[in-house]
């Protein structure tokens, strides 16, 4: 059963525009969503994390929306730069569990300049 | 201040042969995580540690796989008889406290 549900898969948009991506969960115990940043050959940096007390997150051009009712997450990066194209993890962890983390499969991210 | 080190970052293996991968964590970080990521997916956490305590490994395979660390500072993993269904990238993290974790760059696995 997966417990991080992340869509789409792949996407592609062009140099300037938002890409958007969604994460989802199952476990009501999770309360802090960190998302990750992987190119290939290294290993994935975190990029930006919310806690499940906060329904926005800003950094610079990601910006994470949470959902708690729904359960649900999503990450946008605006004016994207083709330095952007890569692979993309939303992560889930319960304080309860001693922050273990669930990583989703991933959204591969190709930025066209 | 330095990040997480992993080496060997590549290591090539024929099924039942033996393999250790290390991992020397930010220095101050208190636990240690060590991750499996197979092609096109995330990483799994196998077994963290606080300090020198192993606190979960209920996902490493018992049978193949252990994993040390003994002074609560660098970390071991060994897979004492590889199969094909091992291959993958093996990350270490670490964080302070259980908050915010930090990887490595990986050990890339191939089992022929």
């Known amino acids: 059963q997966q417990q991080v549900r992340q869509s789409p898969q792949s996407l592609t948009v062009w140099e300037g525009e938002t890409a958007i991506l969604n994460c989802s969960y199952e476990?009501?115990?999770?309360?802090?969503f960190p998302w990750y940043q992987q190119f290939p050959g290294e290993g994935p940096a975190l990029l930006i994390s919310?806690?499940?007390?906060?329904d926005k997150k800003e950094d610079g051009r990601f910006t994470i929306f949470f959902n708690k009712r729904e359960k649900k997450l999503s990450l946008h990066i605006t004016d994207s730069q083709p330095g952007d194209s890569a692979t993309y993890f939303c992560?889930?962890?319960?304080?309860?569990?001693?922050?273990?983390?669930?990583f989703g499969i991933g959204t591969r991210v190709l930025v066209r300049p | 201040e330095a990040g997480v080190t992993q080496s060997p970052r590549y290591a090539v293996l024929q099924e039942g042969q033996a393999v250790s991968f290390w991992c020397d964590p930010i220095?101050?970080?208190?636990?240690l995580y060590w991750y499996q990521q197979p092609r096109d997916q995330g990483p799994q956490l196998l077994v963290y540690?606080?300090?020198?305590?192993?606190?979960?490994n209920s996902q490493l395979p018992s049978d193949r796989f252990s994993a040390v660390r003994p002074k609560g500072t660098n970390s071991t993993l060994k897979i004492q008889s590889a199969k094909q269904g091992d291959t993958a990238t093996y990350l270490c993290?670490?964080?302070?406290?259980?908050?915010?974790?930090?990887f490595g760059p990986g050990t890339r696995l191939t089992v022929l």
């Open positions: 993290a670490s964080s302070f406290a259980g908050w915010e974790q930090y």
């Open positions: 476990d009501s115990t999770f309360n802090y």
């Open positions: 919310i806690s499940s007390v906060s």
């Open positions: 992560a889930a962890s319960a304080n309860s569990a001693g922050n273990k983390l669930t």
């Open positions: 220095s101050g970080h208190d636990t």
């Open positions: 540690f606080r300090d020198e305590a192993v606190i979960d």
